[in-house]
């Protein structure tokens, strides 16, 4: 049984060029695995603690060099010897050494840097594909994938609040093909954007960042670049949205483009629009603690409509627990940094299945050439990925393996092709 030899901490850089934590793991038979762990802009206030130095005369305070410390002072001694295997042992020490309940000693980066590459030195030693490894009963799905096409909100210096105006391929055979439709709806919003005169700037998830004043002409020029790609709006791609809406609470209401609005219209708001455009998913629609309009929406369109959970769940099992039984949306956002273990993200994917919400795996803003949760992804039968647009590497990292893997499956290689957001005229299984 290989058993762990050595845990070692290195300050790299982040797709933003900011510090964050890569942690290697090394076995006695020699076989090794690597995590980078991504970091997060738009925070949910309820995420695990992620640790920074805090030294202004260093990155401005953004360094990781105590989280490194902590993993090679603290958690390498502790996991010397054991099995990398015991994936559930690993994260239950880790709970262990830090003992706060939200990584407040050791940092949920220091902690999810440290599970995510013991999955994978437990997959070198074992000489699996990291996919198969996490998923030994080989049943394998490739996930539809959201594809961000204009950013604003946080991600980008534009005035639009919502965060994301994204596709989702729909009417794909195969991960290929959806990688093609997006690049091809991509390219022709790249064009209308530089036709209305404006720079091709991007956000930091990738999609283009013109400076519309007016949340829905960017889902307007979205369904035109459909349209211009060849494609059909609500039967071949569909829109999804993803507003971060924590960043627009002002008091009892919202800002939407530039003026507040009361919780009650924004949800009437939202019911305008999916029946005016093929919205089929919205992503934090609402505050995160801000459950009435949460509860109403879920109540108004969640039979159609997918509705994801990201700084309302935050990968955490018993926020998912309390919004299931409330009624607030039908699908979370899983983001393994968001909790700060493997076995706790595992958990988290299962509970959503089994009460028949949806999985999106996702990125962060602040993202690496790590590719981890695209493999997670396929062996857990996520069914949707969220990577943000077909542009930087951090980002195209995970679609070239999902493309390798889906290459690696072959014949077997099967594309998620439902959704539980279904938009009227949206049929959620093909052409």
Same mark, same amino acid.
């Given at each position: 049984m290989p058993a762990i030899s050595e845990v070692k901490a290195l300050q790299v850089l982040d797709g933003r060029g900011d510090p964050t934590l890569e942690v290697r793991v090394v076995l006695d038979s020699g076989a090794e695995g690597r995590a980078i762990v991504p970091a997060g802009k738009s925070k949910g206030r309820h995420e695990a603690l992620e640790l920074r130095d805090g030294d202004p005369a260093r990155y401005r305070g953004n360094g990781v060099l105590k989280a490194g410390k902590n993993v090679e002072e603290l958690i390498g001694p502790a996991l010397k010897g054991r099995d990398p295997s015991d994936q559930a042992g690993v994260d239950a020490l880790l709970r262990e050494l830090d003992g706060t309940g939200n990584f407040g000693r050791l940092g949920s980066n220091a902690a999810i840097g440290v599970s995510l590459a013991c999955a994978r030195a437990a997959a070198a030693g074992?000489?699996?594909?990291?996919?198969?490894?996490?998923?030994?009963?080989?049943?394998?799905?490739?996930?539809?994938?959201?594809?961000?096409?204009?950013?604003?909100?946080?991600?980008? &210096?534009?005035?639009?609040?919502f965060q994301d105006f994204l596709v989702v391929p729909i009417g794909a055979d195969s991960f290929s093909e959806a990688v093609h439709m997006a690049w091809s709806v991509r390219r022709a919003a790249g064009a209308r954007v530089r036709d209305m005169g404006h720079p091709l700037l991007v956000g930091d998830g990738g999609g283009f960042a013109p400076p519309l004043r007016k949340n829905h002409l960017a889902v307007e020029l979205v369904l035109s670049s459909i349209e211009d790609a060849g494609y059909r709006p609500g039967e071949d791609v569909v829109v999804a949205?993803?507003?971060?809406?924590?960043?627009?609470?002002?008091?009892?209401?919202?800002?939407?483009?530039?003026?507040?609005?009361?919780?009650?219209?924004?949800? &009437?708001? *939202?019911?305008?629009?999916?029946?005016?455009?093929?919205?089929?998913?919205?992503?934090?629609? *609402? &505050?995160?603690?801000d459950f009435a309009p949460w509860q109403a929406l879920t109540s108004a369109i969640g039979e159609t409509v997918q509705l994801v959970g990201d700084d309302l769940f935050v990968t955490n099992p018993g926020r998912l627990a309390s919004g299931i039984e409330k009624g607030m949306a039908n699908a979370v956002l899983v983001k393994p940094n968001q909790i700060g273990t493997l076995t706790e993200t595992l958990a988290v994917i299962h509970q959503a299945q089994t009460a028949g919400y949806e999985v999106v795996l996702s990125i962060r803003s602040?993202?690496?050439? &790590?590719? *981890?949760?695209?493999?997670?992804?396929?062996?857990?039968?996520?069914?949707?990925?969220?990577?943000?647009?077909?542009?930087?590497?951090?980002?195209?990292?995970?679609f070239n393996q999902l493309l390798r893997i889906e290459s690696m499956l072959g014949p077997n290689a099967v594309l998620h092709r439902t959704m539980r957001g279904s938009a009227p005229g949206i049929s959620g299984s093909g052409r």
């Open positions: 074992a000489g699996l594909p990291l996919h198969v490894s996490l998923n030994r009963e080989g049943a394998y799905e490739l996930p539809l994938p959201q594809v961000s096409i204009i950013g604003g909100g946080l991600h980008a &210096d534009n005035p639009l609040e949205l993803d507003v971060a809406a924590n960043h627009l609470r002002e008091g009892d209401g919202y800002i939407v483009d530039g003026s507040p609005i009361p919780r009650e219209a924004l949800v &009437d708001l *939202f019911g305008q629009w999916v029946k005016r455009y093929p919205i089929a998913s919205i992503e934090d629609p *609402f &505050d995160e603690d602040g993202e690496t050439e &790590d590719a *981890f949760i695209a493999d997670l992804a396929v062996a857990t039968g996520a069914g949707q990925i969220k990577l943000g647009s077909l542009a930087r590497s951090s980002r195209v990292a995970k």
